[in-house]
């Protein structure tokens, strides 16, 4: 029998474990405190579990329709309306997936093609980039400016060319917590203007934002909404994580190609849990209590560990922190989030897996969507480092 290489049959060949099981499994054989892969620690809600029980009682266990069950996307129709004043069409413009990351690379593997280029602002999330080689693209990774992670819209026009196919944004950004204001959406709207640049916007954390700003979302911009993907995620609204529960917006014409693809990669999603979802999402109050609920969880983090060594700038949005180690060791930051799993027994992420280049400034990210005890745990290991 023949031996193949990696390089014989693998479309990523330089791909390796991701992060984030790497650093949750040392975490679990070190049984230190897990704040590097973005999970709470608290339970679901007991009335959404409730309502995915009684959805199994009821008899909604088989294939739900591809394009979702439409009592939940007439519900996020009404949901989106109520938060950014523009109707999405249940029937032709909104798709239920198996969580955010499915519709990323659904939305990717259904318009990129061989030698087009994606605009990606790094750090990014590691699903971009990979999805895009995957379908024979390309990324052109913008880095965004420290320490507030800003981005350089002069650099972004520089990049767009006659190939430039897709740009992603991310807010609020996963993993630095900064979030995209007014202005810069309206840039981006007269960037691409003239184009036919196709606008993929995860907004997974659009109701984990703090200090009373608005999420702006693609939607509220006429000039976005009209090409723009948008991307939701039920996992990280309702901390359900495991579900895999996502869904997507996008005009009608961008919604037809997407649903080609989908219906060969997942074809439909969880049936029951639609259900529940449907029902829960008509009580705005379990989603627009979440800022105030998160803000409270990353108050008490920072007061926590205001007397670290660690330098801080809070979180805007997310359910993450990024603290600098710049004061404290000359360690590369993937040797140093191993050090401390190991001998201090509290996990976090290296900001440097989120570039291509691996640019390390020196700073870990931490969730903090923990309950408190595990919270005050944390910041008592990291106040004696």
């Known amino acids: 029998m023949p031996v193949y290489s990696q390089q014989m049959f693998s479309k990523l060949p330089n791909a390796t474990t991701s992060i984030f099981a790497i650093m949750s499994g040392l975490a679990n054989k070190e049984k230190a405190i897990n704040l590097s892969q973005g999970f709470p620690n608290f339970p679901v809600a ?13 008899g909604f266990n088989q294939y739900a329709p591809m394009q979702g069950i439409i009592e939940l996307r007439e519900a996020i129709s009404e949901k989106v309306f109520s938060l950014y004043n523009i109707h999405y069409n249940p029937e032709t413009e909104i798709n239920i997936t198996a969580g955010a990351t499915q519709a990323i690379y659904t939305i990717i593997s259904a318009f990129i093609q061989k030698d087009d280029e ?4 790094a750090p990014a999330y590691d699903c971009y980039d990979p999805a895009v080689k ?3 693209g390309k990324t052109i990774e913008i880095e965004l400016e420290a320490p507030d992670f800003a981005v350089d819209w002069n650099r972004v026009k520089a990049s767009i060319n006659d190939k430039t196919k897709m ?19 309206k840039t981006l709207a007269l960037l691409v203007k003239e184009t036919n640049i196709i606008i993929l916007s995860d907004e997974v954390y659009e109701h984990i934002i703090f200090d009373k700003v608005k999420h702006q979302s693609a939607a509220l911009f006429n000039d976005l909404a009209n090409r723009t993907f948008i991307v939701a995620s039920f996992g990280k609204t309702f901390h359900a994580t495991g579900w895999k529960m996502g869904y997507c917006l996008a005009p009608a014409e961008l919604m037809v190609a997407f649903r080609k693809t989908h219906q060969f990669n997942v074809f439909s ?9 449907a029902t829960y999402i008509k009580t705005p109050n379990n989603y627009l209590k979440l800022p105030d609920f998160y803000q409270a969880k990353r108050d008490f983090f920072l007061d926590a560990i205001k007397d670290s060594r660690f330098s801080i700038i809070p979180s805007k949005g997310t359910y993450f922190q990024l603290l600098g180690y710049e004061n404290i060791s000359d360690e590369s930051d993937v040797n140093f989030a191993i050090r401390l799993t190991k001998e201090n027994k509290i996990a976090s992420i290296p900001i440097s897996v989120f570039y291509n280049n691996k640019i390390d400034k020196k700073v870990l ?7 408190e005890d595990t919270l005050l745990q944390a910041a008592e290991i990291l106040n004696t480092i």
Request: hydrophobic share 40%; aromatic share 6%.
């Open 46 to 58: 007991k009335e959404l579990t409730g309502l995915v029980c009684k959805a199994m009682i009821d």
């Open 118 to 121: 994606v605009i990606i602002f």
């Open 134 to 136: 995957l379908n024979g």
């Open 167 to 185: 740009i992603i944004i991310n807010t609020p950004h996963n993993p630095s917590g900064t979030v995209l204001s007014e202005k810069d959406m």
């Open 269 to 277: 999603v969880n049936h029951p849990m639609q259900k529940a979802l």
């Open 365 to 371: 990210r931490f969730c903090f969507s923990k309950n």
